[in-house]
């Protein structure tokens, strides 16, 4: 008798391990037979969050395809980990999967990550009305959210609303403490909008250097033309 318990056990772990290895979807499968199980969990415990912490590491080096297999190796039950699924995939130029993660992110979490995600992909394939429209539901459901910030004052700058674009971007930077992507946006969006105070607060106050004004006003003479 203990030895049939044990040998249930056993079986319970390999099946309880084998789905714990279980893929989105086969890594090799058309796009018609991708189906990402989304689940809305906010808590990640604390084997998952190494993994996340290890992906997050590679995709700061620029190894995406690498961060991409570690995801795919299991699949987690919280947000934090399709937000990168679907980050990854529009990384490495596979848009529609992408787009498929962020969408079932939105309809099943209704998440300020699902909106960021489908508006960097609407702004990859150059529909800006479409981006503005969901990055800003994103800014309204994650509004202390750095990232989402500043790439809706990016696409604010996009279509030439400059003051609007100067603003989503200061609370960038004042999330970010000064720090991020979002210095060269809010430069870029202080000259275009003609706002030297604000380009002076970025050189007192946060330590903008000459090279990056002068890669700002690089960046702003190329989206005026």
Known sequence: ME?????????????????????????TADVASFNPKVRCSADVD???????????????????????AHLQESVQSNQEYWQRYGQLLAKNGDLQRASLVFTAMRDKC???????????????QNNLDKALGDFETAVNLSPASAAVRNDYGYAL???????????????????QNGNGQSRQNLAVAYLLGHNQAGLELLQETYHF?????????????QMEK
């Open 157 to 175: 700058l996009l279509a030439g609303q400059y003051d609007n674009a100067q603003y989503h971007l200061r609370t960038a930077l004042e999330l």
């Open 110 to 124: 209704e998440s300020g990550e699902a909106f960021h995600g489908l508006g960097m992909i609407a702004l990859k």
């Open 46 to 68: 604390p084997e998952h969050r190494v993994v996340l912490e290890m992906v997050d590491t590679l995709m700061a080096r620029g190894k995406n395809h690498a961060a991409l």
């Open 3 to 27: 030895w049939k318990k044990s040998g249930i056990m056993v079986s319970m772990a390999l099946m309880l391990g084998a789905c714990a290895h279980r893929t989105p979807a086969p890594v």
């Open 209 to 221: 250097t000459d090279d990056e004004l002068a890669y700002a006003k690089k960046l702003a003479g």
